[in-house]
């Protein structure tokens, strides 16, 4: 079981940007197809973003693509979440979530995923 832990989350004035951090322990990390969801108080889990093993096949939720992007390096343990052009509504909790699915596409709901970190709170002002 590969342990996670995010960082780089705090609070951004709509418009700036923030990159979060998550790295695991273990060394099949780079193996694993990671994802980032989120999470607001009253409101489902969402999906964000996921990238898989083999570093294809991006997948993005509608409301972030063109201004987030995800990326990893596997030499570090590490997938990132680069958030642009921040908006209040994304204010949440975000985690990284790690799948030991082998599919073309990475996974782009929760139960696809086997493990996760605490989360880093995003937080947005207007």
């Known amino acids: 079981q590969v342990q996670l832990v995010e960082s780089g989350g705090g609070l951004a004035q709509a418009g700036e940007s923030l990159r979060l951090s998550c790295t695991g322990s273990g060394r099949t990390f780079q193996l694993l197809t990671m994802g980032w969801f989120r999470h607001a108080p009253g409101k489902e889990r969402e999906f964000v973003a996921a990238i898989p093993w083999t570093g294809g096949h991006i997948l993005y939720s509608d409301d972030v693509t063109d201004r987030f992007a995800i990326s990893r390096d596997n030499a570090k343990n590490t997938v990132y979440l680069e958030m642009n052009n921040l908006r209040p509504e994304g204010a949440a909790m975000y985690s990284c979530?790690?799948?030991?699915?082998?599919?073309?596409?990475?996974?782009?709901?929760?139960?696809?995923?086997?493990?996760w970190g605490q989360g880093t709170q995003v937080t947005v002002s207007s």
């Open positions: 979530e790690a799948s030991t699915l082998r599919t073309t596409a990475p996974g782009t709901v929760h139960r696809d995923y086997s493990c």
